[in-house]
């Protein structure tokens, strides 16, 4: 797990917060925490894994062109 660091400037917590929660989205650990809340079937889990890197597929291609 990697650190996330965030520097307070000028006692603005509000912007500091905002950053934090953009990079904590953008880590993905929100979707993991989300994702460890209840049970996923083997089932589920399988095709939510094939959703992503169908996902992940059409935008390397999207990239490409």
């Given at each position: 797990?990697?650190?996330?660091?965030v520097k307070v400037l000028?006692?603005?917590l509000e912007k500091a917060m905002r950053i934090l929660k953009k990079k904590?989205?953008?880590d993905?650990?929100?979707k993991?925490?989300?994702l460890k809340k209840s049970y996923e079937k083997p089932s589920e889990f399988r095709?939510?894994?094939m959703?992503?890197?169908q996902r992940r597929q059409r935008i390397a291609s999207a990239r490409n062109r």
């Open positions: 797990m990697k650190e996330i660091e000028d006692n603005d904590i989205q953008n993905g650990l929100f993991r925490l989300k095709r939510r894994k959703r992503e890197a």
